[in-house]
């Protein structure tokens, strides 16, 4: 099992970065499938990235693609969402989520297992 907690959202005007960690505890971090999801007000969550366990594979969807960058430090059981070129459709609150199949990649939130409580991000137009 592992607890995420994410930290580095904020309010940014368009055009601006920010970047969003999320620390996992436990011993088994590294593990674990991480993927980034978000949610606006009145919309379903929706995938923005995933990364493999080893961090050599990453997937995003293709309103992030070219704008958004996902990492991971297994050392420091964290992984990160790099996010410029922001814009007011971004708008969400974020969330990681880790799966513990490490042979698939899923892009829906029920194909993980544990969730952070989320961070907003605000994009002023």
């Known amino acids: 099992q592992v607890h995420l907690v994410e930290s580095g959202g904020g309010l940014v005007q368009a055009g601006g970065s920010l970047r969003l960690s999320c620390a996992g505890s436990g011993r088994t971090f590294s593990s674990y499938v991480m993927g980034w999801f978000r949610q606006a007000p009145g919309k379903e969550r929706e995938f923005v990235a995933a990364?493999?366990?080893?961090?050599?594979?990453?997937y995003y969807a293709d309103s992030v693609k070219g704008r958004f960058t996902i990492s991971r430090d297994n050392a420091k059981n964290t992984v990160y969402l790099q996010m410029n070129s922001l814009k007011p459709e971004d708008t969400a609150v974020y969330y990681c989520a880790a799966d513990e199949n490490p042979t698939v990649i899923h892009t829906t939130p029920s194909g993980y297992d544990y969730w952070g409580q989320g961070t907003q991000v605000t994009v002023s137009s």
């Open positions: 990364i493999t366990v080893t961090g050599l594979n990453k």
